[in-house]
């Protein structure tokens, strides 16, 4: 983000106010936040990724990672069942 763009978040307008230790500081939290967030997508996807690979032998796309990244992912069922009752629709 830009410094102009955190102080339009912050609502600060004008020079003079906020400090430069001010800007610091929010740009460190923002990262803080930013690196969280990363982190937190990459582990979701590669326990998806793990589990299609080991329970159905099937590989993420990346319209899959995306939707493990925005909350949508809905697991594929890989059990017996789920595919009998695929083969009789």
């Not at 983000?1 to 102080?7: L, N, P, R, V």
């Not at 319209?63 to 890989?78: H, L, N, Q, T, Y």
Request: hydrophobic share 35%; charged share 35%.
């Amino acid at each position: 983000m830009t410094d102009a763009e955190i102080a339009g978040f912050m609502n600060w307008r004008g020079p003079g106010a906020y400090t430069a230790s001010q800007l610091a500081r929010v740009r460190r939290i923002v990262e803080e936040v930013q690196r969280r967030e990363r982190e937190r997508i990459c582990k979701a996807i590669k326990e998806e990724d793990d589990h299609c690979v080991t329970k159905g032998d099937y590989m993420l796309d990346s319209d899959d990672c995306i939707a493990v990244a925005k909350g949508e992912w809905v697991r594929p069922d890989f059990s017996i069942d789920a595919t009998l009752a695929k083969k009789k629709t």
